[in-house]
């Protein structure tokens, strides 16, 4: 996945997010497979469990078992057709999550030789708030951030003031 590039502003960004609301205490479970991002949870002294691959849209079950204090969901709901029936399943009262926001000017991501690398949704901010609402979460907090290139085009020109990825904290109603 990240074979070409590395998102570390959205790591440094994610990371001070995280902090800001989950205590090191608290043990997560973070949806999705593990990857560089578990790392860098890990290395600041969360104990983090991943969701094992399996199709989250059909099978909620190590989610709906889990005794985690806290989940994480960051880059993971834009790939589900039903992330509604995941936010329901979560058991725990604390949520952090992000999504890339849907820009006017790109279409939706779609890897073609990965087709778990596929964004069946991107959102817009009042779009993801809705659905934490109707899925039983309130937002505590939220925050947006630009993901520059250093490409040239108009595209890349807008990626520097348009906001590219959104994450909130909330918590179970």
């Given at each position: 996945m990240y074979e070409q590039s590395y998102p570390n502003k959205r790591f440094k960004h994610t990371i001070k997010f995280l902090e800001k609301h989950v205590t090191k205490d608290h043990s997560i479970l973070d949806l999705g497979v593990e990857n560089?991002?578990?790392?860098?949870?890990?290395?600041?002294?969360?104990?983090?469990?991943?969701?094992a691959g399996e199709d989250l849209d059909l099978d909620t079950s190590k989610i709906e078992?889990?005794?985690?204090?806290?989940?994480?969901?960051?880059?993971?709901?834009?790939?589900?057709?039903?992330?509604?029936?995941?936010?329901?399943?979560?058991?725990?009262?604390?949520?952090?999550?992000?999504v890339p926001l849907k820009l006017w000017f790109s279409s939706a991501y779609r890897s073609k030789t990965d087709m778990l690398d596929r964004h069946y949704h991107e959102f817009e901010d009042w779009q993801f708030d809705w659905l934490l609402q109707?899925?039983?979460?309130?937002?505590?907090?939220?925050?947006?951030?630009?993901?520059?290139?250093?490409?040239?085009?108009?595209?890349?020109?807008?990626?520097?003031?348009?906001?590219r990825y959104y994450i909130v904290y909330a918590e179970r109603v």
């Open positions: 560089p991002f578990t790392t860098i949870m890990q290395d600041h002294g969360y104990r983090v469990e991943n969701t078992r889990s005794t985690a204090d806290a989940v994480t969901a960051f880059e993971i709901f834009e790939h589900l057709l039903s992330p509604f029936t995941v936010l329901k399943s979560i058991r725990t009262n604390k949520l952090v999550a992000s109707k899925s039983g979460w309130k937002i505590i907090d939220r925050k947006k951030w630009t993901n520059p290139t250093k490409k040239f085009g108009v595209r890349p020109i807008l990626r520097w003031f348009t906001p």
